[in-house]
């Protein structure tokens, strides 16, 4: 029986530029973590201090913890890609500054 041999395939994806990991960005999933928390757990450990308040027939407490906490999530991931769309536009217009700056001037 012969030994398995390992394949040298080249890697489809490199590791993550240093980039990726700007303040920027832990700040914002850090942030973004902290408001998944609060939705996920301390807004449905209130809800039941929140049944007394009705809108559309049901108590307010049930719409909070059934749908409030799949919609929040969708927010923060809408909030995610926005925000990281916006981080790729200004990192691109740096570098394109960056790219004219050092150009050589002909002329």
Partial sequence: MQPLRKIHEPELAGPFPPDMHDVRHLWLKGGLLLVWALVSFVATYFARDLQAFVVAGWPLGHWIAA?????????????????????????????????????????
């Fill in 67 to 107: 749908q409030g906490a799949v919609l929040m999530f969708i927010a923060i991931v809408v909030a995610y890609c926005w925000a990281m769309n916006r981080f790729e536009r200004q990192d691109a217009a740096r570098v394109a500054a960056l790219t004219t700056e050092r150009a050589p001037s002909h002329g």
